[in-house]
DNA sequence: TATACATATGCTCAACTGTTCATATGTATA
DNA sequence: TATACATATGAACAGTTGAGCATATGTATA
């Protein structure tokens, strides 16, 4: 009797049954679009580079020129240490690319995405 | 004498002379065309944000459609309070919007901006 | 080949960040 | 208005990260 009660208390109503089984079917459906986790991670990961603004003004620095690494420690005042520990991040993410000229290491943009995810940014932040 | 020596060793030649004022007259020029400290700094906190493979997949499964905390939650199998935390710090950065309706609270993305950026992410990791 | 210059890298530490747990707030309904 | 449900939030803790220092590597040139 107790039980009953208890049962007739927590049990949803017809109304409640339907939208909550809307609900499960509008989530199925997202599970079935979502990209797998890796591809997400990655993404992330991504982002993550751009998400420092040490990291953000040295790929600004690039946008229309290649720089060594001494250029954009002095242009940023930032130390030789620094800038190659974040071009190293920056390499291994594919951000930039680098070509070698006697003792000079020039970096520059690796491609159009990089400008192109940086400009998008900037319309969102500029608002 | 010894001076003389060290200063000749030291001294550059012209043409390095003309190197070094030629690269100082580049850096010039991108610290002039450099966005302020404070906007690039901004844009790294908005990229930030998307830095975290938790809140991407929160976005991710709002780009078709309106999810309240608790879809979220189960959706993604996440706590309740991680999901909120996280949406908290995507409403301050005004990637997510929100509207209650009765006891819930429905979430979506705030703009073309964000499917934009999150887009063009995607292309580059999927490369 | 010794020296100076340019860049890279290993290590350490302080600061930051995401999660969890416990609890508070807000809302509908019996 | 007491109860259950949905969401928000504060505190604490573990894991991560960027900067700086010291030093290693690579390159040109006297």
Redesign the pocket.
């Known amino acids: 009797m107790a039980e009953n009660n208890r049962k007739a208390?927590?049990s949803p109503?017809f109304a409640e049954k339907e939208f909550?089984e809307a609900r499960e079917d509008i989530i199925k459906g997202i599970q079935d679009q979502q990209p797998d986790d890796e591809i997400l991670y990655d993404l992330a990961e991504l982002f993550?580079?751009f998400?420092?603004?040490?990291?953000i003004k040295i790929l600004y620095s690039m946008f229309e020129n290649e720089l060594?690494?001494?250029?954009i420690?002095r242009l940023l005042n930032?130390?030789?240490?620094?800038?190659?520990?974040?071009?190293?991040?920056l390499?291994t993410s594919k951000l930039v690319k680098?070509r070698?000229?006697?003792?000079?290491?020039?970096?520059s943009l690796d491609d159009e995405h990089v400008r192109a995810i940086i400009s998008m940014g900037m319309e969102h932040v500029e608002e």
């Open positions: 208390e927590n109503s909550l993550k580079v998400g420092d603004s040490t990291r060594c690494v001494n250029d420690a930032l130390s030789q240490s620094s800038v190659s520990h974040q071009l190293r991040i390499k680098f070698r000229e006697g003792k000079s290491i020039f970096y």
